[in-house]
């Protein structure tokens, strides 16, 4: 309290508050053409908005608060030529300079026009960072927000820089949306609705907390005044050549995916000055590629196959997808002359069908027994801004946000159509399931309350200073049953009695608070960004006693076990300090280094699963490990990263980028192996609970080049060259290495981990105008990733130590533009894995091949309908085949 209460009172003497990551800076300066004298008292204004500066003493002049986009800079002077400098562009967190020189030559009422391009070098760059606009999203061949992050640099499966999943910052106008529970992404920010979107996979500064290997920034659009309408839709399929992996591909319908978004902006009836609107919607539906086949009923409930007659047999998606999605934002300036307060009202909601999500290829023949994920999110809050004087501004921020998850067969744990618990068991040899359903029925909601309020002062010319303080009370709510339906139940869906491992349910409310100050000094030779973070988290939970006596009976009903608690789980404090340098060498190249310490609490998930602390002992030693205890106690994983690169501008439109990093991470989550203690239930049992054991360090290289748009060409050269190694990929490594048979040793030196991709290669080129017609295409190439050889699920080599096949793909985006009284008309054609190449993600551990296995040559008759090559046949391991859009979009300014 003590430290909080000191951070407000000095934000209180900085005196201003910024809304940290979502503005830029324009800076320059302004002098007489034939003297070089500064002209004091130039007037620079931002076009089409009421933003602007005057020049002082020296001719230099700032503004603030800018909002990332595209703009026209205006300068003024009495008795000097005015300027107009176009296609001016401001970034997140960056700054943009531009100077002027003007003239007494130019006639009165002349207009001098300068098109501005935009820097290949960003001098006040410290780390590494990408800055996307949406002009640049719209030219891409992407569909989502993900496959933008998918193309940057160091990025390997969803894995930043060699770190593990769940380790990536998600922001939407600069506040956190993940899901504390799983780490990912609360909701997609749909492509039409994004402004620009930051990427940080180096170090980051001190504002950003909780994260230890990536943020990604995604600012939203708002409304102007003037109404502006898009349109767009696309229909499409998958078209490919492989229908002896992809069964059913052959089977064409140009609808099988359709999407349509529409989007609105502008002034508010009535409040037309003072409250812009902006409005997105989305609804994508996706048939998918991987199917099976309705040959068995899953609701049987005896031993005996139910085959369904060969007249209900029928092809049907098993990753079937569908989105819909709305957003929503009200902005209101108080008073438009001075737009001294302003206020931003914004909602989102957000629901998801993904029958992919839990895929499980033993359904194959009764695909409808499969678990099914739906997924709801909304997230709402208002945003007040307020300019205090020319160099200070201020942010408060209210927001809430809440997901939910469902993973069932049927959404009622009661449904009659649950097939027996045992009937999964008695799968035959080389055969799918014969009927039956996944008993399991999950579902969990996560509620998280934040309260912000960042603060940034220019204090001069080189100084701008920057603090903030943070809460965020989040509510975690997770049910877990197993349904039971056997002969003990009548063959009636059961629920299973509360606080076993078959039903488990929780209720938690954990907290976090931080603070942080960072400075940033703009010298003529010199750009730093220091700053100091502290982040305190309290886990509102307790903790075994002993685990070795991890229950006792229920005083109040001798029948029940519950767990021995002992103290109250501790809190935890994290000070991280962060540095970063550029240093410009020559007025076209820059040398920038950044070091950092980045803590993160472990993922919720593992912090309070199996509440009950109850142990599965039906299926043995493998249950058992299945259902690893919590630990409300386990301390912040911990990164230390280092950075050093060299933004160099070599031509007019040709600039490159060489940057080396190292990251040495601790305290990683692992397992820890636990005995039952003599004379308990259970005794001698062993069970697993998680604890901070893991380790690694990753090391790499990336060459970068870019090629500017200049006679209808441009083009971008992306190569990594990284080692990522450790003693565990999975947290759970050390429980299913004991869950073996028989088990294996865990690794106690570093191995490459899963996702350690050495080589990768992205390139991309853009060939016409934005204005009238462009083909785009995308390459992305990487090396294998690691595999743990085996055979008949025995280890016959050493832990990750051989490679799977090289990956490869193409995507293609080719756009004609008509322009007519306002409209804008575009029609496009997008290919996804344009050559149709088979990738394999996953493969055979015997041969390190997705397309065959030794266990084909097994002796044995297939006990089921199914082929031995329909069983050994993985759809779901191989990259999607060709994927087909064809669409339009009808923008109306």
Not at 188 to 212: H, K, L, R
Not at 296 to 301: A, D, G
């Amino acid at each position: 309290m003590k430290f909080i209460v000191t951070i407000i009172a000095l934000s209180i003497v900085m005196g201003g508050i910024t809304y940290a990551g979502t503005t830029g800076k324009i800076v320059g300066r302004v002098i007489d053409e034939e003297t070089g004298e500064p002209l004091i008292g130039a007037n620079i204004i931002l076009k089409d908005t009421r933003m602007g500066a005057a020049a002082d003493i020296s001719g230099n002049f700032m503004i603030l608060n800018v909002t990332p986009g595209t703009y026209t800079l205006i300068v003024r002077m009495i008795g000097y030529g005015t300027v107009e400098y176009k296609n001016l562009r401001v970034s997140i967190d960056l700054t943009s300079s531009v100077d002027f020189s003007l003239t007494t030559k130019t006639l009165t009422g002349e207009v001098v026009i300068v098109i501005g391009k935009a820097p290949l070098v960003r001098m006040d760059l410290t780390s590494s960072s990408v800055s996307i606009s949406a002009e640049q999203i719209e030219a891409l061949p992407v569909d989502n927000f993900t496959d933008i992050v998918a193309l940057q640099a160091g990025v390997v499966e969803g894995h930043f820089r060699g770190g593990r999943a769940g380790e990536v910052l998600y922001l939407v106008d600069g506040i956190p949306v993940n899901d504390v529970f799983s780490g990912n992404y609360a909701f997609q920010v749909e492509n039409n609705a994004i402004q620009e979107m930051e990427i940080i996979s180096g170090t980051f500064n001190a504002e950003y907390g909780q994260v230890q290997s990536g943020v990604i920034n995604v600012l939203t659009k708002e409304g102007g005044q003037n109404y502006t309408a898009q349109f767009s839709t696309y229909i499409g399929d998958y078209y490919s050549g492989h229908d002896d992996i992809f069964i059913n591909i052959d089977d064409l319908s140009p609808t099988a995916i359709n999407d349509v978004k529409v989007s609105l902006s502008g002034p508010f009836p009535i409040f037309s000055k003072n409250l812009t609107f902006f409005t997105s919607g989305r609804q994508l539906r996706n048939e998918g590629y991987i199917y099976g086949k309705t040959v068995y009923n899953p609701s049987v409930i005896t031993s005996v196959t139910d085959v369904l007659p060969t007249s209900e047999w029928k092809f049907q998606s098993m990753n079937r997808s569908e989105r819909n999605s709305y957003q929503g934002k009200l902005t209101y300036i108080v008073n438009p002359a001075t737009k001294r307060d302003k206020f931003n009202f914004d909602a989102n909601w957000q629901d998801e069908e993904d029958l992919g999500a839990n895929f499980n290829h033993l359904f194959r023949y009764s695909p409808d027994g499969m678990l099914k994920r739906n997924k709801t999110s909304w997230s709402g809050g208002i945003r007040w801004s307020r300019i205090v004087s020319k160099n200070t501004f201020f942010t408060a921020n209210l927001h809430h946000l809440q997901n939910r998850f469902r993973d069932s067969a049927f959404e009622d744990p009661l449904d009659s159509r649950y097939g027996s618990d045992d009937r999964l068991r008695q799968r035959g040899n080389f055969s799918f399931y014969t009927g039956g359903t996944d008993m399991r029925h999950n579902r969990r909601e996560t509620r998280t309350s934040l309260v912000k309020f960042d603060i940034t002062s220019q204090v001069n010319s080189e100084h701008q200073i920057r603090g903030g303080l943070e809460g965020k009370f989040h509510r975690l709510w997770l049910h877990q049953i197993n349904v039971r339906k056997n002969a003990g139940t009548a063959f009636q869906s059961q629920i299973p009695i509360e606080g076993t491992a078959f039903n488990q349910e929780y209720i938690h409310r954990p907290k976090e608070y931080s603070a942080y100050i960072q400075d940033k000094i703009e010298l003529d030779f010199l750009i730093v960004n220091a700053g100091i973070r502290l982040d305190v988290f309290n886990p509102a939970d307790s903790v075994l006693q002993d685990f070795s006596r991890p229950q006792e009976f229920d005083a109040n009903n001798p029948t029940k076990s519950i767990p021995r608690f002992g103290e109250a789980a501790d809190y935890s404090y994290q000070l991280s300090p962060r540095i970063g340098l550029a240093y410009p060498i020559t007025d076209r190249g820059v040398i920038h280094i950044s070091y950092g310490h980045f803590f993160q609490t472990p993922l919720f998930e593992f912090l309070y699963t199996n509440p009950s602390f109850s142990l599965n002992t039906e299926g043995g030693r493998a249950s058992v490990f299945s259902a690893p205890f919590g630990n409300a106690n386990l301390k912040p994983q911990k990164t230390v990263s280092y950075e050093i690169g060299l933004q160099q501008q070599i031509s007019e439109n040709i600039a490159v980028d060489i940057t080396g990093y190292y990251k040495d991470i601790r305290n990683l989550l692992g397992t820890k192996i636990e005995t039952i203690a003599t004379g308990e239930t259970h005794s001698g049992i062993q069970y697993g609970r998680y604890i901070n054991r893991d380790y690694g360090n990753v090391r790499g290289l990336i060459f970068s080049m870019e090629k500017r748009q200049s006679n209808n060409f441009s083009a971008t050269l992306d190569y990594t060259l990284q080692i990522a190694t450790g003693n565990a990929s999975d947290p759970r490594s050390v429980l299913i290495d004991n869950a073996a048979v028989p088990p294996v040793q865990s690794e106690k030196q570093l191995v490459p981990l899963d996702w350690d991709r050495t080589h990768s290669l992205t390139s991309s080129i853009a060939l016409g105008s934005a204005k009238t017609q462009m083909i785009s295409i995308i390459g992305k190439m990487g090396t294998g990733l690691p595999y743990t050889p085996a055979f008949l699920d025995q280890r016959t080599g050493l832990e990750n130590s051989e490679r799977r096949p090289i990956s490869m793909t193409f995507d293609l985006n080719a756009r004609k533009m008509y322009s007519f009284q306002g409209y804008r008309l575009t029609l496009f054609v997008r290919v996804f894995n344009l050559f149709d190449r088979l990738n394999e993600r996953e493969v055979y551990k015997d041969t390190g091949r997705a397309t065959y296995t030794l266990e084909q040559n097994r002796p044995g008759l297939v006990q089921g309908l199914n082929s031995k090559e329909e069983f050994f046949n993985r759809p779901e391991w191989y990259s999607s085949p060709r994927e087909i859009n064809i669409g339009f979009i009808i923008d109306i300014k």
